[in-house]
C-alpha cells in the first residue's frame, strides 16, 4: 500500500496566518459576510464556505515556520505518506495531534510551500 497515492478526499480547509486575527476577523465576516463557524479565542477564527472552510489562523495555530496561506487536504491516513513526500521532493515537517479533531502532518512541497494533510480522529 506504500506505493499508493495518498488520494486526498476534499480540499478540507485553506487558512491565512494572520498576526491579528481578531482583526482581520472583522474584515471577513462584515466587508466579505463570511459566516462564522467555529472560534477558539483568538487563535483560530473558521468560517463554513460550502462544503470546505476558510479560517484565520494565529503563528501558534499555523504549521511550522508558515506565513500567508496554507491548503489543507483531507485524507484517510498517513500510511506510507512520509516515504512518497521525500521520494517525491519534499520535507515532512512533524505531525501535530489535536486529540478529538484529529490530527495534521505538515510538510514543504519541493518550492518549499507548506501543505497539511488532515487525518480526522478515529
Known sequence: ??????????L??????ANKPDALHGFYEGALGLQLKFRDEDRWIQYGLG???MALASPQEAAPAT???????EVEDFA??????????????GVRDMGS????????????????????AA
Request: proline fraction near 5%; charged fraction near 15%; glycine fraction near 14%.
Open 67 to 73: 506565513a500567508g496561506v496554507v491548503m489543507v487536504f
Open 51 to 53: 462544503n470546505t472552510s
Open 12 to 17: 478540507q480547509n485553506v487558512y491565512v496566518v
Open 80 to 93: 506510507g505518506a512520509q516515504e512518497r513526500i521525500e521520494a517525491g521532493g519534499g520535507q515532512v515537517l
Open 101 to 120: 479533531h484529529g490530527a495534521v502532518l505538515s510538510l514543504r512541497d519541493p518550492e518549499g510551500n507548506v501543505v497539511q494533510l488532515f487525518k480526522r
Open 1 to 10: 500500500m506504500s506505493g499508493q497515492p495518498l488520494a486526498p478526499k476534499r
